[in-house]
């Protein structure tokens, strides 16, 4: 079946830009969440949505960070006014629930690259 | 400060041989901790995860160990492949309201024929 997929795979974008990251996770999980990777680091938390409850935003590193789940089910990660300190992977993950024993299913990542 | 702190950063080993990737933890309370393989440029694939009841878990070639009382994690490769190079990711969650679940900054691990 289809897994969580992201897009882009890749996005080059200039320092000031607003870019705009896509996740579709596995269809019926209730849970989707926002990771990023910097190189060589451990994956970072950013946002966690389950069902129809406010998400829970507390990883957001500034308030130039914002997400959106419509309908339940697709996910836009928006970033504005890019820095290169935002060059990083960003990963997401669904799962049916939230906590054990759901299992977070990721999906490739989208490679952000500010120049 | 709930961290968790995996070793070695890297690892080199022959094909066929085993090897043992460590993980310590600090966050409480403790809820689970999960063991993923990372592919390069790929997400994270789970292999493992153990709540605080559980001290051994296999899945195939890889066995993951949870010591709750000394808050460490062990996870056991044998008879390497060279499909198994790839980042190895310690997870721990904790149960308190809200969401907290903090990833290990990984093992490299190479696998050389």
């Known amino acids: 079946g289809a897994g969580v997929s992201q897009s882009p795979s890749n996005k080059v974008t200039e320092k000031g830009k607003d870019v705009e990251l896509r996740c579709d996770p596995i269809?019926?999980?209730?849970?989707l969440y926002w990771y990023r990777q910097s190189l060589g680091q451990g994956l970072e938390f950013l946002i966690y949505?389950?069902?129809?409850?406010?998400?829970?935003k507390s990883g957001l590193p500034s308030d130039r960070f914002s997400a959106e789940r419509t309908g339940g089910s697709v996910s836009t990660l928006t970033i504005q006014r890019t820095q290169q300190e935002d060059s990083a992977v960003y990963l997401c993950?669904?799962?049916?629930?939230?906590?054990?024993?759901?299992?977070?299913?990721f999906g490739p990542g989208t490679r952000l690259t500010v120049t | 400060k709930n961290q968790v702190e995996q070793s070695p950063q890297s690892l080199i080993i022959l094909e066929g041989k085993n090897c043992t990737l460590q993980c310590n933890y600090t966050v409480s309370p403790f809820s689970n901790l999960r063991w993923y393989k990372q592919d390069t440029g790929r997400g994270p694939v789970s292999l493992t995860i153990m709540t605080f009841s559980e001290n051994t878990k296999s899945n195939g070639r890889y066995t993951a160990t949870l010591d709750a009382d000394t808050k460490q994690s062990s996870l056991h490769i044998t008879a390497s492949q060279l499909s198994d190079s790839a980042s190895y990711i310690c997870v721990v969650s904790s149960n308190t309201g809200g969401f907290k679940t903090i990833f290990g900054a990984g093992t490299r691990l190479f696998v050389k024929a």
């Open positions: 949505f389950q069902g129809n409850s406010a998400p829970d």
């Open positions: 269809s019926g999980h209730t849970a």
């Open positions: 993950a669904s799962s049916t629930g939230q906590g054990a024993p759901y299992e977070q299913y």
